[in-house]
């Protein structure tokens, strides 16, 4: 059974900085690409940042120059450090992995999510 593990979390003040992790484990054998999505009250989820396996990033326009996004394929974890918090950063975090897969006696593709984790900035 594959899971992503999302932690680091949490509620911080205006300026601050936070550090996230998710963890990809299980019978995996290729990591194609992971991302972070977030989702505030009210609104659609929407992507915060994304990698591929070769290292090619893509950020949302509001978080570039703040929020960076980097990847350990030893440990098939993905890190979102994100510094300069806005009020407005404030959202539930969800881990997101296209990942290739050991089935029973087969290999297969599969997108996976996390369970979120709640980020809050406020003074």
């Known amino acids: 059974q594959v899971q992503l593990v999302e932690s680091g979390g949490g509620l911080v003040q205006p300026g601050g900085s936070l550090r996230l992790s998710c963890a990809a484990s299980g019978s995996i054998f290729s990591i194609y690409d992971m991302g972070w999505y977030r989702q505030a009250p009210g609104k659609q989820r929407e992507m915060v940042a994304h990698?591929?396996?070769?290292?090619?990033?893509n950020y949302l326009d509001s978080v570039k120059g703040r929020f960076t996004i980097s990847m350990d394929n030893a440990k098939n974890t993905v890190y979102l450090q994100m510094n300069s918090l806005k009020p407005e950063d404030t959202a539930v975090y969800y881990c997101n992995a296209d990942l290739g897969v050991k089935g029973e006696g087969v290999l297969y593709d599969h997108n996976y999510w996390g369970q979120g984790t709640q980020v809050t900035v406020s003074s």
């Open positions: 990698i591929i396996s070769d290292g090619t990033t």
